[in-house]
């Protein structure tokens, strides 16, 4: 219970930027922060002001969720890069991926999930829009056996899809 508190707490943090409270201008000076890692993608990330990118990557977990899968035209690039959380690594078609989640999802009979924080995010460096989402996934298979993980999930947008997901995974203690 208290890794999930601490695991609750790091994430309300990080999604600070979702609050929606705006602060007042200012300027805000050049880091000169030395840090002991250079980032080799970026560590110039903003909050992105841009809610529709949430609110695609968060439809899709509502359809996941609801096995709504068919959805997925409406916020799912043409191709997209996964990096799963087994290490396995695709680029596929929207229709090929879509196709594979519907397999795995209709080995369920339910799948609840409670998303605990997201973030949207706009790399200045890149010039690119990201959200991340953190949630706890139930899975209750037709067999009735029940799975339960928490998942962080990195979601690239582009021109208003996903076009690249990444998946951790911590796996609950039974």
Wanted: charged letters at 25%.
């Amino acid at each position: 219970m208290k890794k999930l508190f601490t695991i609750c707490i790091i994430a309300i943090a990080l999604s600070a930027c979702n609050s929606g409270n705006k602060p007042a201008a200012t300027t805000v000076a050049a880091d000169t922060t030395v840090y002991p890692y250079k980032a080799t993608y970026s560590s110039a990330f903003t909050c992105s002001d841009n809610t529709k990118n949430a609110v695609a990557v968060l439809q899709s977990y509502k359809d996941w969720e609801d096995n709504k899968l068919s959805n997925g035209t409406a916020y799912l690039a043409d191709t997209i890069y996964l990096n799963t959380w087994t290490g396995d690594k695709a680029l596929l078609t929207r229709d090929s991926a879509i196709n594979l989640w519907q397999k795995y999802r209709d080995s369920l009979s339910s799948s609840k999930i409670e998303v605990v924080a997201w973030d949207n995010l706009h790399s200045t460096d890149k010039n690119e829009d990201w959200v991340s989402v953190w949630y706890k996934q139930t899975d209750t298979y037709k067999t009735g056996k029940v799975d339960s993980a928490f998942y962080q999930d990195d979601n690239k947008i582009a021109n208003g899809k996903i076009n690249f997901i990444s998946t951790k995974k911590q796996n609950l203690k039974k």
